[in-house]
Each structure stands twice: as structure tokens, then as C-alpha cells.
């Protein structure tokens, strides 16, 4: 027979004697109970609960479906008792086991849980469960273990800004319905001031949603794209903050106005020509240093010239096809290709390398220098030029504060880095959404804290449950 107290946290620090039956006792202040060789978990003595009479009977008992107990090859079976006074039914619980079960979901919720929040995959998640619990779970299985887990996590404020910070929003798909996500990313620290979704991308709704968010801190300077109703939605909120326009996407412009200039190669591809792509890496450079590229492209057009010139002499030039790039052009624009992806890898590879910021004066001489030959270039890119030097000031707060990135890079950086394009329709619903974007955003600030689970006590749940019920 083995004895002992059931209220010690340690199994082991019991007491064990001859057995004389095939049953195992144990204690619990003024109760004992009794385990059968047949798996069965019943009182000794029992008492009524409703008249508190000894009258009392065997009523059967009530077999553990739990599949984890079936699993470890357990038979538990909970005595019913029957009280002949008043007829009152009941099953004897057995606190130890139902702890043991719940333990055991959390820990594969748990496990989950972290999985996904590192990326994982749903089907590798799936295919997880199934090889280290032996479960068969579907996608919304794993999807709701995650959101219950989710609903857990304490979501922590920023205490402390820069003042500086990016702004910009994403769409996003919730069951095939359109979901407007907003982000504030503080540009200094790199901490996310807060992620969500809004019910649509209406300014009043944006300002409702910037006015409560960002009460607590200091607005000096936003880095956003280059949508017209920002500067005005921000100057309204915030009159004393300034807006700095995302170099990156001004520069897609850019590359868009140019677009129109692009000739015929010989595989019956558009390629911009020389003398445009030059003109392209001048814009380029009103605010970040490409010399380095047009350097290059100033010596590809001069032997480019030196090239027409010597046919000339041999009498064999021919009037130039507006719509076709020659042969020997398109040699030098493939090796200035070439000279581009290089420079591209050793700027990557040295930091102090990459690209330099031009100080406000640099830029200001530049455009004046453009300004005076506007006119030899095309109408889409006149038109760019124009809106450049009427907010010249959107475009110049990195170089008055060293502290301001001239790019909303940092933005997407943190989109692609927690919500993938393929994730976008996982979340079914808005509430599930938000409540990824939260982890998303504790995970980013590294303010998200892993699940508690005592492994210690599972242990000694475990030993002490398969000790009393095993058939052996």
C-alpha cells in the first residue's frame, strides 16, 4: 500500500509500504480516497455533500475520455456515489488528473503560440503538432490556439520618444474585405508607438485615430510618402511639427516621368537612353550624392559621342531613330549596368561607403542649376521639377536635423519583416487582425513576454498520475 499527502507539491516525499491490496490510498484533510487495480478512483467512507449522511453507495463510475490519458495507456475511472438518505448522485473528482490535462493543452498551446509568433508557417505549424503530439489539427485550430494565446499578452506603451517619428498606412484583406492598417514607428529608437486598423482610410477617421494615439508625446517631425493630404491632415493635428516627404518614393517618380523617354532595344525591350538615364541620376541627386553615377555616365556619353563622330568621318552615320536604341549605346548602358549592381554590393558591404546626404546648400545650387535648363526636359519631368522647388521645405528636414531619415524605408522595412503579403488573409477577422498586429508590435519593440509554464510541476503531475494508474 502506498500512502501519502496530497498536498505536497513533491510526489516523491511520500511514504511507501508493504502492499497487502491491489489498491493504492492516499489522503486529503479529512477525506481518503482509494485507486483500484482497474483504474477506478474512488472514496473511502464518503459522506453525503447535500445531508452529510454515511449512507452511501457504490453508483457506478465515469470513465476519463481525456485522449492524452488514452494516449499514455491509463484507464481512470471516477467513482459515482449514491446517497440512500436523500438520493443525491455525485462523481468523486480527482483534482490532479483535470490539472494534469490542462497543463498538458497548455503546453501545446504554448508551443503554438511561439511558433507562430516566430514566423512560422500554419502548415509547418500543423505538421509540428502532429509529429511531437501525435494531433491532427486543421489551419483555424492552430489560428484560434494563437488568438486565445494572444488575448493573454499584456500590450506595454511607449513611455519615451525622439519626437521624430514615420508614418504610413497599409491595405489589408480581412476574408476579401478591405482593412486600412495604420502604423507610427518612433525613427530614432525604431519602436512601434502603435499599429491598428481603422474602419476606412477617411482623414477625419485618420485624425481621430492620430489625436488619441499620439496625446501622450512630443511631435516634432513625421517622415511620410508623398500623398498631398498628409502635410494638411498634420498641420491641423500638430501645427508645430514638420513633415519630411519620403525620398524613396520621390524618386519612384521620378523614375515614372521618365518613363516616356524610353527607347527600343535590340530584343524589343524599353530602355531609357543615355542621355535621359543622365538626366534621371541628376534628379537623383538634388539630395543624396550620385556623383559616383554620373561621373560614370558623363564619360559613357562622351564615348558615345566620340563614336557617332567617327562614323561620321567614315560617312556611314546615319540619322538617329527616335524610337530605336543603337547597338554600341546599348553596350554602354549594359556595362553601366553592370558598374551600378557593383556599386550597389560595396555600398551595402561598407556602410561608410553608402550613399552621403548633400547639405541643404548643395541641393539649393543644384536645382538652381536645373532650373535654368528646365526646359530641355520633358513635360513630365518639368512638372516634377516644379513641385520639388514649391516644397522645397518637405523635402530639406534631414538636412536640417541629423536625427530625421530622408526615407519612410524604415516603415516597409517593418511591414515585410511582420506581416507578409501571403499572411494578410489568415486572420479572418478584424478583432483577430488586431490582436496579431498587437503581438506583432510587442515582438518588434522586444517588449513580449514568453508564456509561464511550470515543466517542473508537469513532470511530477505526470509521474504521480501514471505511479497510481498504471496497469503494471
Known sequence: MVEYDSRLNNFFG???????KSVKLFNVPDRRFAVRSDGKFHEIDPSCPKCGSMDVVDNGNDKCKSK????????IKRGKCK??????????????????IQQYKQLVKMDVFQLVVFGVSLDKVVEHVAKVFNKNISHEWVRQLYINSAKTVEQKKV??????????????????????????????????????????????TLKDKLRMRMLPYKKEVFIVDLKKSYPDMLKELFPKAKVQWCLFHLNQ????????????????????????????????????????????????????????????????????????????????????????????K????????????????????????????????????????RKIRKNWEKFTQFQ??????????????????TMQKTEK??????????????????????TLKKLKFNFLEFLQLFAKIYYLFSPT
Open 14 to 20: 511520500g511514504v511507501a509500504v508493504q502492499s497487502l
Open 68 to 75: 492524452i490519458i488514452k494516449e499514455l495507456g491509463l484507464t
Open 83 to 100: 446517497c440512500n438518505r436523500c438520493g443525491k448522485t455525485w462523481t468523486v473528482r480527482y483534482e490532479d488528473v483535470e490539472l494534469f
Open 159 to 204: 513611455v519615451q520618444t525622439s519626437g521624430i517619428f514615420h508614418y504610413d498606412e497599409q491595405w489589408l484583406k480581412v476574408n476579401g474585405k478591405k482593412c486600412f492598417r495604420v502604423v507610427v514607428l518612433d525613427a530614432v529608437t525604431g519602436n512601434v508607438i502603435f499599429d491598428e486598423t481603422v474602419e476606412n482610410s477617411k482623414i477625419e
Open 253 to 344: 517618380l521620378i523614375i515614372d516621368d521618365f518613363k516616356a523617354s524610353k527607347k527600343l532595344n535590340k530584343y524589343g525591350k524599353k530602355v531609357l537612353p543615355m542621355q535621359e538615364l543622365y538626366n534621371q541620376y541628376l534628379l537623383f541627386s538634388f539630395f543624396l550624392n550620385h556623383e559616383v553615377e554620373l561621373s560614370f555616365l558623363k564619360k559613357q556619353l562622351k564615348k558615345l559621342e566620340q563614336h557617332k563622330e567617327l562614323l561620321k568621318g567614315c560617312g556611314v552615320y546615319k540619322a538617329e531613330d527616335t524610337t530605336l536604341i543603337g547597338f554600341y549605346e546599348m553596350k554602354l548602358i549594359q556595362k553601366f549596368t553592370e558598374f551600378r549592381k557593383s556599386l550597389k
Open 346 to 385: 560595396n555600398r551595402r558591404k561598407h556602410k561608410y561607403k553608402y550613399l552621403l546626404k548633400r547639405s541643404k546648400e548643395e541641393s539649393a545650387e543644384l536645382l538652381e542649376k536645373v532650373w535654368k535648363e528646365i526646359t530641355l526636359f520633358p513635360k513630365k519631368v518639368r512638372a516634377r521639377i
Open 400 to 417: 536640417q536635423n541629423p536625427l530625421v531619415p530622408p526615407t519612410n524605408n524604415a516603415v516597409e522595412q517593418y511591414y515585410s519583416a
Open 425 to 446: 488573409k489568415k486572420w479572418r477577422t478584424e478583432t483577430n487582425l488586431d490582436l496579431k498586429l498587437k503581438i506583432v508590435r510587442e515582438k518588434w519593440n522586444q
